[in-house]
């Protein structure tokens, strides 16, 4: 669905040529940077949140989730998904196996966040250079970026929708001599998936007889509940021209494997966060800022009450940043990246137990030449990855026959990568803007990459890493047309990307044969490897106002991905099309919105092609004395079969039934 928040409600108001990017250290607003990017806050945010982020972001031109019912989805860029998306909370990398697998979830729920920033261009550079795909920026208060005294807060609570969820959550900070106090707290349980129709797709069922429609369920979609709960708090002193804070965040979730009836996944997350901040030390220096995260996480399958795999990373990550105008009066910021970090598994043969440490140096830097903005980011990385001696567990080649398994020796790979991005943004009159940014991306292949050899039962695979892995190295250009005038706005942007190493998942077409209760199962293999590729596409959207109270939206995307060898890559995302009306009247706000997705039929080898689906959605928002807002949410009110083309799952599981969410909120 469309960014309908870019153009009503006005207590929201986000007019994006007016609002500060926290991702963005030099603070530029939309219209200053080079790269359209997408904000979520205020009422748009609570109308979107869910216990997948995938699913919160798909109706951002260019987004899409890599589901796993309506529960686990982690976004998908331009077809990009895994590790190429870089997931931040405050600016720092959120540290989770969720990149491993489709069936992992986010350790951190959108119930705890202020503001979710989509960014590309230039600026990712901060981040890593494996942000090729762009940068997912969760905000949080827990360390407050601002003074405010006395007592402020939100809360939220809803229930309802195709899976009976119930939610809630509040978040206090308290100000008082020049310190700040945070305390939050979130909920969240959702029961089995409410499904129009088979779990699985009738093209599955009718290649395949292994999967009946109704494997996993039928109208109720087995084992896909969700049980979440966390918090936080911190603490934030100010002081003449800055601030230091520290803040504790726990993440604990418990949900089942909709493959196997029974199974569930149990993981906890506990992070540490401290973060010091000085501003306006001279006139060239203008900010440095320090941030130290540490992050405890642990990933147990379980199944028939014994864990079967479990994964556990621990480590640290280390940003230093200097805010500058040493170069141009425009400014520009400087930094240092450090992480180590330590990943586990002492039950079962996944992956290695492996070390990784990574050091970077990045740089951006504006020029401002008349009604001309160029942005320079470059970034060079040093990736030191050290694996333990492994045997894997490989299953057998033929049906019947013995399982074999495949030795490796303890392994050292190290990576240099460089990426340069070079950005323009240009005033050609007073309603035209024309943006392009052209770059070089170096991806350095990560551990799961490079290591996991073996079977992964909750999502029916066999995945397969190789040590031989190059880096990925990318080139592409992209151009944003920008259109405003008196409310009224319009922008697209057509973009390729062309690989000469791209790190693709490819099904290889065998399978190999393993036992499980008591039953011999084929699953597929998929290898990790270096291939030639290419992605284009384009994503635009606008809107008008029709009266004071009245607007429309519309919105779109494509991507085409092409295997440079032959034939087309996998888990690409279709066309998609929409509109929606918007309305607003006093305390009533309200958006109709209808969203198209054309059938897949450019698949890859060894995948099936994906029917089209229409989504129609409503929400309707109405605020109360004493800052409530009572809320309704409407989807897949057309009750259509819908599936993302995107999700490893899509012929196995499928999205919710049509649903209807009630919520309150309110700020104080």
Known sequence: MATAHLYANEEVQLRLDEVPITANPLMLSNDEMVYPIHIINGKDLQNRKSSSLGNMLDHIPGVNSSSWGDNIGRPVIRGMDRNRIKLLNNGIEIRDVSNMSGDHAISFDSLASEQIEIIRGPETVIYGGGAVGGVVNIIDYRIHPEYVNGLVGKYDGSFGGANNATSGSILMDYGFNNMMFHLDYYQRDTKNLKIPGFSVSKRLADSDDEFAGDKYGKDVLQNSYNETNGGG????????????????????????????????????????????????????????????????????????????QDYFDKGDDVKFELVHSLFSKSGGAIGLDLNAFRFQQKNGSFAPNNQRKNIALYAVERFALGEHNLTLGLRHDYHDYQANSFTSDDGAAEEGGAETSTSFSETEKTFNTTSVSLGSSSKISANWTLGFTVAHTERAPSHDELFVYGEHHATEIIEQGSRSLKDERSNSIDLTLSWKSEGNRFSVTPYYKDFNSYIALLNTGTVQYHEHDGEEEALPVYLHQNIPAEFYGFEFQGNIDLTNNYGINYWGDYTRAKNKNGGDLPRIPPLTLGTGIYYQWNALNANLDLTHAFSQTDVASNELKTDDYTNLSLTVNYDLPYGVNAFIKGDNLLDEEKRDHTSFLKDKTLMGERAITFGLSGTF
């Open 233 to 308: 708090l911190g603490a934030t002193y100010f002081f003449d021209n800055g601030h230091t804070g520290f803040s504790f965040a726990k993440h604990e979730q418990e949900y089942g494997t909709i493959l196997e009836d029974g199974a569930y996944i149990d993981l906890e997350s506990d992070n540490f966060k401290y973060e010091f901040e000085m501003r306006d030390l001279s006139s060239l220096v203008n900010k440095f800022k320090f941030k130290l995260s540490h992050s405890d996480y642990e990933h147990k399958e379980i199944e028939d009450g014994a864990i079967s």
